[in-house]
């Protein structure tokens, strides 16, 4: 019979293999990607499409929500979620608003929101990296490349002092590939997006209708508030 080591051996044994265990189970739980909501009142979505060769039109949507997992260390692994409710975009006029939530355009009756869904990201450095993923528009899906930098991560200054990241993206689609090819004189087919995102680390974010109970990201009571009719008549033009 094997004679037993000296117990103060196998106490120091039993500790580095406990402390290594403690170590390892550290850095699994560190890599795995964390969850955040985007906040609705601090992402918006700038567009840009020519009116008639005149100069480049200009509109916001405000209000999306989605899930964003990522890892700072691993963009590889990041997953983003978002859906953008067209109801909300802004053109500075209501007749413009109107005309182009209208059937003949954007057609935000039968189809009131644009999703994205990520599927993969190929980092380019640091702190830049291009998302690829799947753009769901007017009852169309196809491939959209989303330019993105990351601005920082870090606790947020105000209360309630939530850990946040902030992105900047930009991508180019043509309207015709999903369907809006309307007054083709009058309004260009290429369309440019700038994306202004911030996302707040949430352990209950739930992703775009999910049911569950996701942390409201902004103070500003406006985002309560209902969406507005996405109603206008096809014959009014941009």
Do not use: C, K
């Not at 209000?63 to 963009?75: K, R, V, Y």
């Not at 039968?110 to 830049?128: I, Q, T, Y």
């Amino acid at each position: 019979m094997p004679a037993m080591a000296p117990a103060p051996a196998r106490l120091r044994r039993s500790a580095a293999a406990l402390l290594g265990g403690l170590v390892l189970l550290a850095a699994t739980a560190a890599a795995e990607p964390a969850r955040y909501a985007l906040d609705p009142v601090h992402t918006r979505v700038m567009f840009a499409v020519s009116h008639a060769g005149f100069s480049q039109a200009l509109g916001t949507v405000s209000g999306s929500e989605g899930i964003l997992e990522f890892d700072p260390q691993d963009w590889s692994s990041a997953r983003l979620d978002v859906r953008v409710p067209l109801q909300r975009l802004d053109l500075g006029d209501e007749d413009w608003n109107r005309a182009t939530l209208a059937r003949r355009l954007l057609d935000a009756g039968r189809w009131p929101e644009a999703r994205f869904v990520s599927e993969r990201v190929e980092p380019l450095g640091a702190d830049r990296f291009i998302v690829h993923g799947q753009l769901s528009l007017r009852g169309v899906t196809r491939p959209l490349a989303l330019e993105v930098g990351f601005n920082q991560l870090r606790r947020h200054p105000m209360p309630p002092f939530r850990r946040t990241a902030g992105f900047s993206a930009r991508a180019s689609l043509s309207r015709s590939d999903y369907g809006i090819d309307a007054w083709p004189t009058m309004i260009g087919d290429q369309v440019e997006l700038r994306i202004e995102a911030e996302a707040v680390r949430s352990s209950r974010a739930a992703a775009p209708g999910e049911p569950g109970e996701t942390e409201t990201a902004g103070s500003d009571p406006s985002t309560a508030a209902p969406l507005p009719p996405a109603s206008g008549e096809d014959n009014v033009q941009p």
